[in-house]
């Protein structure tokens, strides 16, 4: 069983950053494939990001593409993701997954879930 904890969203104008972090309750957090899926209002929930099981392989969406950094920290059982260039399109809720699969983007392959932090972008 792994308990995900998201912080670090809010409001920011466009063109601003934030940083995302998830907390893992897992001792075993480094067997765990992570990733950041969001959901904006009506539509349904996406893949943002990926991070394999150590960092070494790292993946993003065509829309976080060169703004958005997904690192962990292994040791302090931690998931990072720096966004950068926030445009009002980024605004939704932002979740923080982990799972058994390395490379999966489709949301049903992550068997952990946080309870998501809001990010708004205003314009």
């Known amino acids: 069983q792994v308990q995900l904890v998201e912080s670090g969203g809010g409001l920011v104008q466009a063109g601003g950053s934030l940083r995302l972090s998830c907390a893992a309750s897992a001792r075993t957090f480094s067997l765990y494939s992570m990733g950041w899926f969001r959901q904006a209002p009506g539509k349904e929930r996406e893949f943002v990001a990926r991070s394999s099981r150590f960092g070494s392989n790292t993946a993003y969406a065509d829309s976080a593409k060169g703004r958005f950094t997904i690192s962990r920290d292994n040791a302090k059982n931690m998931l990072y993701l720096q966004m950068n260039s926030l445009k009002p399109e980024d605004t939704a809720v932002y979740y923080c997954?982990?799972?058994?699969?390395?490379?999966?983007?489709?949301?049903?392959?992550?068997?952990?879930w946080g309870r998501g932090t809001q990010v708004t972008v205003s314009s």
């Open positions: 997954a982990a799972g058994p699969t390395d490379g999966a983007t489709d949301p049903q392959r992550y068997n952990y």
